[in-house]
């Protein structure tokens, strides 16, 4: 039986990620926030080599409970007849965490899987819909939470360059409207992989 070797074993890097998470969503320093997205997108995002994959192979065990919300344009669309949907802006903002807005008007608590938890929308912005994997992503590629990559502005997809747009022009409480969101699903994602902690 072929047995693998690892500096340092799965289940405690796992448990080290959501406390360092944690720690970080609660500064009030814009860099430790930033520097969450590289750990969720290593929790979460990176395929077979995500963290929770390798800690929940089957990924039968992971839910994650969210107030679903989708943009106002898709909840009243009889508001925006005849609107160009591009020039207006939603976020989700701390609403999309259950323990925040869980009376709010336009909210489902819903108990999604983690391809759904991806996927989930938190932004809209000149006619395009952002979910938790672009956000993740794009802080951690593109705004350094993990590396800068620079690209030439014709290889860079709109969404990344909406997002960039909006971390300088948008912010509520000191932070860009990414970040809160990032909090938002930062505590998500603490609270429901709690139960995998060892």
């Not at 009030?28 to 929790?43: C, E, F």
């Not at 993740?136 to 502005?153: C, M, N, T």
Request: net charge positive; hydrophobic share 40%.
């Amino acid at each position: 039986m072929k047995r693998e070797f690892y500096m340092i074993e799965k289940q405690s890097i796992f448990n080290k990620t959501l406390q360092e998470i944690k720690l970080k969503i609660d500064s009030p320093d814009q860099y430790d926030i930033l520097m969450v997205s590289g750990l969720i997108r290593k929790l979460l995002i990176d395929g077979e080599n995500s963290l929770i994959h390798q800690i929940d192979k089957e990924n039968k065990k992971v839910r994650f409970n969210v107030n679903f919300r989708q943009p106002l344009h898709a909840r009243m669309p009889d508001l925006f007849k005849g609107a160009d949907i591009a020039n207006y802006f939603w976020s989700a903002e701390n609403g999309l965490d259950p323990l925040i807005a869980d009376k709010r008007r336009g909210y489902n608590l819903k108990s999604l899987n983690l391809d759904d938890f991806l996927e989930c929308p938190v932004m809209f912005a000149k006619g395009e819909l952002i979910t938790i994997r672009d956000l993740v992503k794009h802080l951690s590629d593109k705004e350094g939470g993990i590396h800068k990559q620079k690209a030439p502005i014709k290889e860079v997809d709109i969404k990344n360059i909406i997002m960039h747009e909006l971390a300088r022009m948008i912010e509520i409480n000191n932070l860009p409207t990414g970040l809160n969101v990032l909090r938002s699903i930062s505590s998500i994602v603490c609270r429901d992989l709690s139960v995998f902690v060892k």
